[in-house]
């Protein structure tokens, strides 16, 4: 029979959601996942197997994708091989007072399925730099607490990475490395020989090697096809809808339902607890109530903290769970002011084969150790080594079979690499509800206020000029810096619209992520974070949701929820 | 459109873009003298075989043939496919008209222009595909590196041309599968082999 009642509700079936709904399904809680997208099964990834000739206009976005998608096309992510994963900006519109490059994905895995698969955690050096410089709010969780989390979800989902024992970004449990490529190889070298930097390969969700474990039988390796962005019908990276939705599946559990835009949660003033949330059929309008002990909101950072702040009451006449004014706030993202390039001398009998889903990563080593700086905290490299290919030829004179000749040599080698630097939580970056405007469903709209200050503009110095230094100590020439401009939102680790801390005037949530205010909302996406080091976030995301999920069964089986 | 393709278009003009068309239409499995054959008695402005070309969404059928011809030099048949057979001309004109915006629609067009009227005063005034194929040749030559050698706001049409002709036939079956290793499914990356040990090249893409 058809109820609306469960156990637990888990809104969103992205990173967060589906570890969520895996998690608390195995526990035995009868779990409704809500997605405000369309289904997607796994296998169900319509470009997955198509081969470049299959891919309309060279894989280049059309005139009418542009004017559909505005947002999402301005930043160059999507292409027609994986257009279908970007909202159409004009049904889903938002409010930029200042420019933020928001790219969402609603469809049943969300943007666990486009995600680039770079995980890293976050270590003892992140998790105590708020206390220690007095910024934003402390972490109330350290690193030990959460190490045994990082441990679960990198085994479950399968993360290659080499063994360093570097301080600044603790290894894990890891699956094979990629290999470093061979001018990858002289890179890390001579940057370790003359600046005392370490190059890494990068760390990702990628099976290098099957998996440790049997829990996942639908997943394969990774076939060095690099079109993971499509969805992978081997399995081969980690996403929702590859991994923790079928786990969460199998058990019987689970009841997942698309199409469901939930846009309030439901308090009960007596009880002092939510009863579930309102949802709206994407499709059809419909409004429905569903009700469950808990609800673990994983809809993204600026979604859940949207449907928090579209969440008020006599308690919470200021948005859901908001007693210290901070929800919606403390905006941040990972600064992303511009690559770099060089080309590279030599290594013309060398190559590659396959394609790599991965790159090289050079750790955070600014304000690491002795070294200090003007500003806080630091910033990472992401980048690679590779042989041009036939467009090195567009710009060039060479025509006929001399031209089809030249092209079935590899190209001359060049490396780019582009830094992410960490953003300080700041009141002002905010975003808040337009109430005047509405979206085709009638739902306010959301606003979004921010950009990079201070702290950031110092670090972007070093971030070029360390760019530069590395690649010329290197020995290699044509050294490029680029100053493109950063919109917030761009590097697509949009965070800390909820803040956990110790100390419920200053948060949101608590260690836990149980709203302080009402301690059967959980929210586990990145909404929860205090400070952001410069790492990318999806691993932590995964660890505090399966922690999360673990606390609430105990707490529920002891009876406080 | 523009004037551009006014000064591109005489008659015997058209009858070569529909000569070239009628190839097209059949798979470049007609030679040209046999296609000629089928079209004797037709004058151009008649054309019959117009109506059945391959509908063109941005360029006029002179201009299509011009920019055919300049991506046929660019990368000829030789043992293995040209930009003709793998699709190049109509992939330009589809990139044209859905890919490209106003500006660059606008540069191309009026860059087609000067390029024709360039190439006809470059030779006393005839249409460059009336020329041989040496002048053509020489002509797309001279126009590549002067353009290269410009400092120009936005890319000109030579160059436009090229990259569209590149990327129409480095994505195209033929392009990728006879010029290079295609692997669909490599599946696994090896980070440093000697060249000497590989199919070469390898579609890295």
Excluded at chain 1, 130 to 142: D, F, I, L, Q
């Amino acid at each position: 029979m058809e109820t609306n009642s469960f156990d637990a509700i888990v809104v969103g079936s992205g990173m967060s959601g589906g570890w969520a709904a895996k998690e608390l399904t195995e526990k035995g809680l009868k779990t409704l996942v809500l997605e405000r997208g369309r289904m997607v099964r796994h296998g169900e990834y319509p470009t997955a197997t198509k081969d470049p000739w299959d891919l309309p206009y060279g894989n280049r976005i059309t005139q009418e994708t542009r004017r559909r998608k505005p947002v999402q096309t301005r930043t160059g992510y999507p292409t027609p091989a994986n257009q279908h994963w970007f909202v159409d900006d004009i049904d889903n519109p938002y409010v930029e007072e200042q420019p933020f490059d928001w790219l969402r994905g609603y469809h049943v895995g969300g943007r666990s399925l486009m995600w680039a698969r770079q995980s890293y955690r976050f270590g003892p050096l992140d998790f105590e730099a708020n206390a220690k410089e007095g910024v934003g709010v402390p972490w109330p969780v350290t690193y030990d607490e959460i190490a045994p989390w990082y441990d679960k979800v990198e085994t479950f989902a399968g993360i290659s990475g080499s063994v360093e024992g570097l301080y600044q970004l603790p290894d894990g449990k890891f699956l094979p490395p990629h290999d470093l490529n061979c001018v990858e190889v002289d890179f890390k070298k001579r940057l370790d020989e003359k600046l005392g930097r370490k190059l890494i390969i990068g760390r990702c969700a990628n099976l290098t090697a099957p998996l440790t474990h049997s829990e996942s039988p639908q997943r394969g390796t990774c076939q060095a096809r690099n079109m993971c962005i499509r969805g992978c019908p081997y399995g081969g990276y980690f996403s929702s809808v590859s991994s923790t939705l079928p786990s969460a599946e199998r058990t019987g559990n689970m009841t997942l339902k698309p199409n469901q835009i939930v846009y309030e949660l439901i308090y009960d003033n007596d009880k002092g607890r939510a009863t579930g949330v309102r949802v709206l059929d994407a499709e059809t309008g419909k409004q429905t109530d569903y009700f469950a002990k808990i609800v673990f909101l994983c809809a993204s950072a600026m979604g859940s903290a949207y449907i928090m702040l579209n969440s008020t009451s006599s308690r919470f006449p200021n948005g859901f769970g908001n007693d210290s004014g901070e929800l919606g706030h403390n905006i941040m993202d990972h600064n992303k002011p511009g690559n770099s390039n060089a080309s590279v001398e030599g290594y013309l009998d060398v190559a590659y084969t396959g394609r790599r889903p991965n790159g090289f990563y050079i750790p955070r080593y600014r304000n690491v150790g002795k070294d200090k700086r003007d500003y806080l905290r630091g910033f990472g490299y992401q980048g690679r080594a590779q042989r041009a290919t036939f467009s090195r030829f567009n710009d060039n004179a060479l025509i006929g079979a001399e031209l089809k000749q030249a092209v079935q040599e590899p190209g001359p080698w060049n490396v780019s690499m582009t830094a992410f630097g960490e953003i300080l939580p700041h009141h002002d970056n905010h975003m808040r509800l337009d109430r005047d405007k509405k979206d085709k469903h009638g739902l306010p709209l959301l606003v979004v206020n921010a950009v990079v200050r201070e702290n950031e503009r110092k670090m972007e110095v070093d971030m070029k000029n360390d760019a530069a230094e590395m690649l010329e100590a290197a020995g290699f020439k044509n050294v490029t810096v680029k100053s493109d401009s950063y919109n917030v939102g761009n590097s697509i680790h949009e965070s800390g619209t909820a803040r956990m801390g110790a100390d419920p005037k200053k948060s949101v949530l608590n260690k836990f992520n149980q709203v302080h205010a009402c301690k059967n909302v959980f929210v586990t996406d990145g909404s929860f974070m205090p400070s952001f080091g410069c790492q990318n976030p999806s691993l932590s995301y995964m660890a505090f949701t399966a922690r999360a999920a673990d606390h609430a069964v105990a707490e529920l089986k002891k009876g406080n929820l | 459109m523009s004037d551009a393709h006014d000064d591109t278009s005489p008659e015997m003009l058209e009858r070569r873009a529909i000569l070239r068309r009628a190839a097209w239409m059949l798979g470049g499995a007609v030679s040209a003298p046999a296609a000629l054959a089928i079209l004797q008695g037709c004058s151009a402005k008649q054309t019959p075989v117009t109506a059945a070309a391959p509908d063109l969404k941005f360029l006029s059928p002179a201009q299509l043939d011009v920019v055919a011809e300049i991506a046929d030099i660019m990368i000829p048949k030789t043992d293995t496919s040209g930009a003709q057979d793998a699709g190049v001309p109509a992939f330009i004109d589809l990139m044209l008209a859905d890919v490209y915006d106003k500006a660059a629609q606008d540069r191309f067009s009026s860059g087609f222009a000067q390029f024709a009227a360039g190439a006809a005063l470059a030779a006393s005034g005839k249409p460059f595909l009336e020329q041989n194929r040496g002048q053509r040749t020489e002509f797309v030559k001279q126009a590549l590196e002067q353009a290269l050698g410009a400092k120009q706001d936005g890319k000109p049409f030579i160059l436009m041309t090229r990259e569209l002709t590149l990327l129409g036939f480095f994505t195209s079956q033929a392009g990728i599968t006879e010029n290079m290793d295609y692997e669909a499914v490599p599946t696994i990356y090896h980070g440093c082999v000697p060249l000497a040990q590989m199919k070469k090249p390898v579609y890295w893409e």
